[in-house]
């Protein structure tokens, strides 16, 4: 029934940024938690960054000072902004939503996005 659907994803040179944006549609009341996570070929998938309903954020210590999480609450929508990126950044970026909410007191398991390819090189 929800439903996420990243995008802003492209290539990049060194040093360069993007912005990805994440979309929750469906019969959603609220969204507790939200985050990027990021898996290259043959890695484990690993956390980027999450954000809760009151904004407080947790970053990956690779993207600490680099990347900024934030979420608009009245669109169901995450943000991820990247700047000086690293070729290590490059990688499948996936959204996911925790805790979300079809009414007061009912919550779905969490939600996974389809990707978006984040590719930094020169």
């Known amino acids: 029934q929800v439903q996420l659907v990243e995008s802003g994803g492209g290539s990049v040179q060194p040093g360069g940024s993007l912005r990805l944006s994440c979309a929750a549609s469906g019969s959603i009341f609220s969204i507790d938690v939200m985050g990027w996570y990021r898996q290259d070929p043959g890695k484990q998938r690993e956390l980027v960054a999450v954000?809760?309903?009151?904004?407080?954020?947790h970053y990956a210590d690779s993207v600490k000072g680099r990347f900024t999480i934030s979420r608009d609450n009245a669109k169901n929508t995450v943000y991820l902004q990247m700047n000086s990126l690293k070729p290590e950044d490059t990688a499948v970026y996936y959204c996911k939503a925790d805790g979300v909410r079809t009414a007061p007191t009912t919550w779905l398991n969490p939600c996974w996005g389809q990707g978006t390819q984040v590719t930094v090189s020169s």
């Open positions: 954000i809760t309903r009151g904004a407080m954020t």
